[in-house]
Antibody, heavy 117, light 110 residues
Framework: EEQLLESGGGLLQPGGSLRLSCAAS????????MRWVRQAPGKGLECISG????????NYADSVKGRFTISRDNSKNTLYLQMNSLRAEDTAVYYC??????????WGQGTMVTVSS | QSALTQPPSASGSPGQSVTISCTGT?????????VSWYQQHPGKAPKLMIY???KRPSGVPDRFSGSRSGSTASLAVSGLQAEDEADYYC??????????FGTGTKVTVL
């Protein structure tokens, strides 16, 4: 069974940093583009970052550009999101997702990030 | 990139049908055959229901169907069941390796 499991969320103050991890299993991780999607409380979905199969190409939403960094370790079947200079508006559930046919076809259960003083 | 426009809510009685629209532009919905739909129950992760405008992943009931006309995509759910009550989001590829989601529609089974 294809699975994704996020970890690393928590409560932190504005300006802080956090690294999220997403462990993949049940599929060939190195063959798939991966993305991070977030959902603020009571709000809709926002695709914030993506990474190519070998990690040499990345992209970011304007809302996180310059503050967040996506990366992957294909030897560990793990996706990462380094989050710096966090703001209150970054408070959300963060999901990792596997891409197939330009669709988010497998999602993790999500990890909550709360930024508050 | 602006969010795709969906109606906030839709409803139907068990056994009836409901259709949700997703309006974008020629730069996203109207420009690529990469529209997808997601079902999200409260407190759960989204689940892929439709991809490439009208294709169903394995395991998704054929009560769910997708279509597109111009820059508006639609998700139709026929034979509504209680478990179909959820939030539904559309998504589209939007060039330069970007994706945009819809504003979301809450479907209520009366």
């Amino acid at each position: 069974e294809e699975q994704l499991l996020e970890s690393g969320g928590g409560l932190l103050q504005p300006g802080g940093s956090l690294r999220l991890s997403c462990a993949a299993s049940g599929f060939t991780f190195s063959s798939h583009v991966m993305r991070w999607v977030r959902q603020a409380p009571g709000k809709g979905l926002e695709c914030i970052s993506g990474i190519s199969v070998n990690g040499d190409s990345t992209n970011y939403a304007d809302s996180v550009k310059g503050r967040f960094t996506i990366s992957r370790d294909n030897s560990k079947n793990t996706l990462y999101l380094q989050m710096n200079s966090l703001r209150a508006e970054d408070t959300a559930v963060y999901y990792c997702a596997k891409m197939t046919s330009y669709a988010f076809n497998i999602w993790g259960q999500g990890t909550m990030v709360t930024v508050s003083s | 990139q602006s969010a795709l426009t969906q109606p906030p809510s839709a409803s139907g009685s068990p056994g009836q049908s409901v259709t949700i629209s997703c309006t974008g532009t020629s730069s996203d919905v109207g420009g690529y055959n990469y529209v997808s739909w997601y079902q999200q129950h409260p407190g759960k992760a989204p689940k892929l229901m439709i991809y490439e405008v009208s294709k169903r992943p394995s395991g998704v009931p054929d009560r769910f169907s997708g279509s597109r006309s111009g820059s508006t995509a639609s998700l139709a759910v026929s034979g509504l069941q209680a478990e179909d009550e959820a939030d539904y989001y559309c998504s589209s590829y939007a060039a330069s390796d970007n994706f945009v989601f819809g504003t979301g529609t809450k479907v209520t089974v009366l």
